[in-house]
C-alpha cells in the first residue's frame, strides 16, 4: 500500500460511529469507580457482564466454592458474537477489525463483516474435519489473519483452541497435542521471520512422527513453495480447499458460562508449562472490560499490540479484548528490526497508531539501538503506550515515554498472567497517576493484598508476596488434567488466597511495584533484595544494554549476587568494568546490594515471549543439572554461558 493509499483509507475509516455499550460506557472515567466497585464487586462484574451479547442471560453471579469459582453460570452465550455478528447487526460490518502486515511488506485489510464470513466459512471447514463441540483444536501457526480466524471458528462451533506458539520445537508442540488431546491441528506451510522461513509445516510433520491423537492437519499457504511443505494425503488439507465454496454464515453453538473457551500453556518461566483452563464468559468478561478501561479506546483509535496470538497478551488483548470491543488493530507479521531496525516505527508512521502495548524486553532492545531510529519517524499519532510481561525498570519506563511517547503519552504498565486471563493491576490513564516501575493499583473489581510469610499485610514499603483476595470473572478454572496442580501451585501457601507467585511491595500510596518471581528474591545476609532492582541499577549504566541478577548460595551470606551483563554495541568486557559496575550497583542501591561476580554474555537466555530465564541462571551460577529448556528462545545461549562460567 503506498503512503497516501494508506492515509485515505484511514480517513474513510474513521466514519463509523462508535459501537452504542461502548461509547456510553468509556466516557465513564470517574475516580469514584474505584470505590463503588469495591462496595460491591460483584454488581460491578454483572454491569460489565451485560456488556455482552448473551443468548439466554444470566441470573447468577459469582459462586464460590474455594478454589474453585464459577460465574454467571446459568447464562447462554457465543464469543463469537460479542466479537463479530453485532458490531455487524449494528451497521459497524465495513470497519477495519485488523490490518496486517506481513513481513516481506504485504498488507491484508480485513472489516468486521469479512472477518465474520471468514470465521463461518473456517468453522464449516472444521466441521468437516470432524471438530466437535468440546474438543480442542491445536494451532501452531505464525501471526497471519488466519490464526485469528482459526481461534474464533474454534469458538463458533463449539471447540476450544490450544494455540501453541509457532517457535516452539516439535517436541514442545507434541507435548502440548498430546496434553490437550487434540485431534485436529490448523497450522501453515510457513511464516516470515528475518527474511527466513520458519518451517512450520515439517515441525508439525515432525511432531506428528511420534504418538498423537491428531487424525487432521489443516493448512495455511502462507509462504508458498519457499516453505517446501508436503501435504500427506488422508491427514492433510489445504485451507483455501477446505474453505472453498463453503457458506459465510454458520449458527454460532450456544455455550454455556463454564464451558471450555481455550487452553494455553504458560511460557515455563518457573517450571514445566501449565495447560491453563479459561472459561467462556468470565474470560470474555474479563478482557472486554479491561480492554475498555486500561485503553480507553475510541472509535478513531489504531490500536497495536505487538504480542503474538501464541501467548495470553495475544488472545486477550489482540483477538477477543479489542473484537469485543469493536476496535481496529493493526497485526504484524514479522521481527522488529526487519528489513531494518526501525520497522515498529515505520509501522506506527505509516499506519498512524494511536495506542502502542509492547513488552519490557522489546523496549530495552529498542534502548540498545539508540533513539536515532524512532526519532526518524513521525510518532505524533500515538497517545497510549503499554507494558507488560516482565517488570518494567525505571530507566526503560522513562526511555519509552520520551523517546517513543514524545513526553505526551502516558505509559500503562499492565500486571497480569495467563491464569488471570486479564490485567489486574494497571493505572487508568486519565485517572490514575502513573509511576515510572509501578503498574499503579488494581483495577475496579479486582482485590490486591502485599503480605507476609505468615499471610499477614505486609507494611507500607515492605517487599512481600503478592495476593489476589477475591475471585475475578476471567480466573482459571483450573490446570488442565492436573486439579491438584491448580491447588497446590496457588492456593496452598496463602489459604483462600490466590497466590500470584511474584513479590511486590505497596508504598504509602497504595501503589504496587512488583519485584518480579518471589524464586527470583534474594536474601543476601539477611536482606531482602529484588533481582529486579539489581537489574535495574546495572541498566541504568550507560554501557549496560540489560541484565539478569541471580542469587547463588554462600556459605557466609546465605546468597550472594551474580550478576549477568549484556553491555552496549562497542563496549569491550574488561575486569575493569566488571568492577566499575559493581561499585556502580553499590553506590545506587547500598554496598549489600554490590554483586559478588558479573558475567559477561552477548545474549541472555530468554522464553520465547521474551522473559527471561533466570531458574537457569540460577542453575549455572549453582553449577546444577539444568531444568527444562524447552521453551527458551535459542538454547545454545545456556551452553555458551555454561561452558564459560560453570566453574566461575
Ligand atoms: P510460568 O508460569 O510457566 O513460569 P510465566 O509466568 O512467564 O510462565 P505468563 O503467565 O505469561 O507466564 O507470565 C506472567 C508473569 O509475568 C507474571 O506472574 C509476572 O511474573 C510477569 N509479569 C507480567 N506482566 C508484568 C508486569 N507488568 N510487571 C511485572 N511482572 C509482570
Ligand atoms: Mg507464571
Known sequence: MSHDAIESFWREERRYPPPPAFAAQANVRDPAVYDEAARDPEAFWAAEARGLEWMTPFTRGLEWDPPFARWFSDGRLNATVSCLDRHVAAGRGGKVAYVWEGEPGDVRVLTYREL????????????????????????????????????LACARLGAAHSVVFGGFSPDALRERIRDSQSRVVVTCDGGWRRGQVVPLKANVDAALAGETPVERVLVVRRVGDAAGAVLEPGRDVWWHEALQGAPEAFPPEPMASEDLLFLLYTSGTTGKPKGIVHSTAGYLVGVASTFRWVFDAKPEDVYWCTADVGWVTGHSYVVYGPLANGATSLLYEGA??????????????????????????????????GEALPAAHDLSSLRLLGSVGEPINPEAW????????????????????????????????????????????????????????????AAAGAGGFLVLTRPWPSMLRGIHGDPERYRTTYWARFPGKYFAGDGCRRDADGHYWLLGRVDDIMLVAGHNISTMEVESA???????????????????????????VTLKGGVEPTPERAEALRRHVAHKLGAIARPDAVYFTAELPKTRSGKIMRRLLRDIAEGRALGDTTTLADPAVVRELRERYEHA
Open 116 to 151: 465474520l464470513a471468514e470465521v463461518c466459512r473456517c468453522a464449516h471447514a472444521l466441521r468437516r474435519l470432524g471438530v466437535a463441540k468440546g474438543d480442542r483444536v491445536t494451532l501452531y501457526m505464525g501471526q497471519v489473519p488466519e490464526a485469528v480466524v482459526a481461534m
Open 336 to 369: 522488529p528490526d526487519w528489513p531494518r531496525r526501525d520497522r515498529f516505527w515505520d509501522l506506527v508512521a505509516r499506519h498512524r497508531a494511536t495506542i502502542l502495548y509492547t513488552a519490557p524486553t522489546a523496549i530495552r532492545t529498542f534502548m540498545r539501538w
Open 398 to 457: 522513562v526511555w519509552y515515554h520520551r523517546h517513543i511517547g514524545g513526553g505526551r503519552c502516558p505509559v500503562v504498565d499492565t500486571w497480569w498472567q495467563t491464569e488471570t486471563g486479564a490485567i489486574v493491576i494497571a493505572p487508568l490513564p486519565g485517572l490514575t497517576e502513573c509511576r515510572p516501575g509501578s503498574a499503579a493499583r488494581p483495577l475496579p473489581g479486582y482485590a490486591a493484598e502485599v503480605v507476609d510469610e505468615e499471610g499477614r499485610p
Open 538 to 564: 546495572l541498566v541504568d549504566h550507560p554501557e549496560v544494554a540489560e541484565s539478569a541478577v541471580v542469587g547463588r548460595t554462600d556459605a557466609v551470606k546465605g546468597q550472594a549476587i551474580a550478576a549477568f
